[in-house]
């Protein structure tokens, strides 16, 4: 078991551009530069993508030193060893500009589902076995037991739909040396209504998901304010919205909590994503 350590932690600056994977694959190389002008230090690729990560090669070939993290790759849906060669590739390729971002799917829609902290702990032993560096993978954390998990085996945790309480929370947890990465949704309109409206769609697929909901249980929110489409409250703890300067503030507030570094998931079309990144950049102190 490898601890990481602070001269090892990854280093993506300090926001980086967070959307599904398939989004960031129909950017052209000219938008991907410009979000590597902008000094967005990663893009964060959600979703569940195949084990072979062949998109990512072309989004790295058309940058310099914009950096890709996988936010997640399911550990039920993609095998270490496969997963871990496409690593190897990568790496060999764009040594240091990938980070391999690793997590458990939803209880409610795996048919077989072992506990989380063994199958994770299972699959970190497979990359270990593989030869995965510890700090270059990180492992999708919300619970204190996953957590403390994230931080013993990899660089560190990338909590998904938080807030900057639960980073504060996570610093804690995972000690100083760990990488910390929170995501965290965005809507730059000054109209409440409409930017609620965008806050409840984009979550309504994880409201009734057992471990986001017992993970906001543990922040205070209440079964009222977890049901669908969730209270005022909720929806405007975990989806900053107002100006562009309110927006950057409440990402700034994961910093003032403990993280290194901050996914923002623009909450926009996707023909607008760069823009909508390019209005945030000023605020949030970028190139």
């Known amino acids: 078991m490898t601890q990481t350590t602070a001269d090892t932690k990854p280093d993506l600056g300090t926001f980086g551009a967070f959307g599904h994977y ?13 979000i590597e002008a ?3 230090g990663a893009i964060w690729a959600g979703g569940s993508p ?3 990560l062949e998109w990512i090669d072309p989004i790295l070939a058309a940058t310099t030193t914009l950096q890709l993290a996988t936010g997640i790759v399911n550990i039920w849906s993609a095998a270490a060893g496969p997963v871990a060669e496409s690593f190897h590739r990568i790496e ?4 240091g500009r990938f980070l391999l971002g690793i997590g458990v799917g939803h209880r409610e829609v795996i048919g077989e589902y072992r506990k989380p902290l063994d199958a994770l702990t299972d699959y970190l032993d497979k ?3 593989y030869g995965v560096p510890t700090n270059r993978r990180v492992v999708a954390a919300l619970g204190p037991k996953v957590l403390g998990l994230s931080a013993a085996r990899s660089a560190g945790a990338h909590p998904y739909l938080t807030t900057p309480e639960h980073t504060a929370q996570a610093r804690e947890l995972v000690g100083p040396d760990a990488f910390l990465a929170p995501e965290h949704k965005a809507v730059l309109s000054t109209d409440v209504e409409k930017a ?6 984009a979550l309504d697929p994880y409201l009734g998901l057992t471990n986001y909901c017992n993970n906001f249980k543990r922040l205070g ?4 304010d977890l ?7 909720f929806i405007d703890a975990v989806v900053a919205h107002g100006t562009v300067d309110e927006v950057a503030a409440r990402l700034r507030q994961h910093r003032d909590a403990g993280a290194d570094h901050v996914p923002v998931q623009v909450l926009t079309r996707p023909d607008k994503l760069v823009s909508a990144l390019a209005e945030l950049a000023g605020p949030l102190g970028l190139a």
């Open 227 to 233: 049901a669908k489409p969730g209270s005022d409250r």
């Open 196 to 201: 609620r409206s965008i806050g409840r769609k």
């Open 38 to 40: 902008l000094g967005y």
């Open 22 to 34: 398939a989004q960031f694959q129909r950017l052209s190389a000219e938008q991907l530069r410009d």
């Open 50 to 52: 195949p084990a072979e």
């Open 221 to 224: 929110f209440t079964d009222e």
């Open 127 to 129: 990359l270990d076995e």
């Open 92 to 95: 060999a390729a764009y040594p």
